[in-house]
């Protein structure tokens, strides 16, 4: 009995032991630290992953936003496409879509602006979301979206407009601010 005791503590620690061992190098505290600037005056610094929960781990190959409202008549739906190449609004008319044909405006999207979207954006966070926060367009409130597409996978978030998507706050807001500017060029009436 003593012989089968000796053996399990013996066995028990040498995997204690095991366990504190360390399976590979540990990164020291600055590893995940960029050079300054002043380290090296031609070097740009880089967003670190870490510290930067915003930043994608792949470009984004679309990115939407829209809104619209149920008990409307007219222009009702409003949609914002961006893809690197193009930025497309389009308004249309859920109801009496002969009396309101489809209106649609695009423009060429900047290099610029599709860097600071697809900085602005976090493709796995609004996976995590449910498809609906609140209840979007209940007793007439409208509702809102912000789209993702990266790869084959595309993901959709409806929320209600006053409520906002504050896991995306900066990105709704940047999005807004382009609808903006399109529809005042081609405002739906």
């Known amino acids: 009995m003593t012989a089968k005791f000796l053996l399990v503590s013996l066995t028990a620690t040498l995997l204690g032991a095991c ?8 990164p020291s505290p600055s590893a995940s630290v960029t050079a300054s600037p002043s380290a090296n005056p031609t070097a740009t610094p ?6 930067s929960p ?3 781990t792949t470009t984004l190959s679309q990115i939407g936003y829209g ?33 309101y044909p489809e209106r649609a405006f695009e423009r060429p999207t900047t290099a610029e602006t599709w860097q600071k979207l697809n900085s602005l954006a ?3 966070t609004l996976q995590s979301l449910p498809e609906r926060i ?7 409130g409208g509702a809102e ?11 959709r978030v409806t929320f209600e407009p006053q409520a ?18 399109l529809d005042a060029q081609n405002p739906a009436q």
């Not at 998507?165 to 601010?177: C, H, I």
């Open 67 to 99: 809104k619209s409202y149920g008990f409307c008549i007219g222009y009702c739906d409003h949609t914002l496409t961006i893809t690197a190449e193009k930025t497309r609004l389009v308004h249309t008319a859920l109801r009496e879509p002969e009396k």
């Open 19 to 26: 366990a504190s061992v360390p399976q590979g190098p540990n």
């Open 145 to 155: 979206w912000v789209e993702m597409q990266q790869a084959q996978t595309t993901k």
């Open 54 to 56: 915003s930043q994608p």
């Open 134 to 140: 609140g209840c979007p367009d209940c007793a007439d």
């Open 164 to 181: 906002g998507l504050p896991q995306q706050a900066e990105l709704l807001t940047e999005l807004k601010k382009i609808y903006q500017e």
């Open 122 to 124: 976090n493709f796995q």
């Open 46 to 51: 880089t967003p670190n992953p870490t510290t």
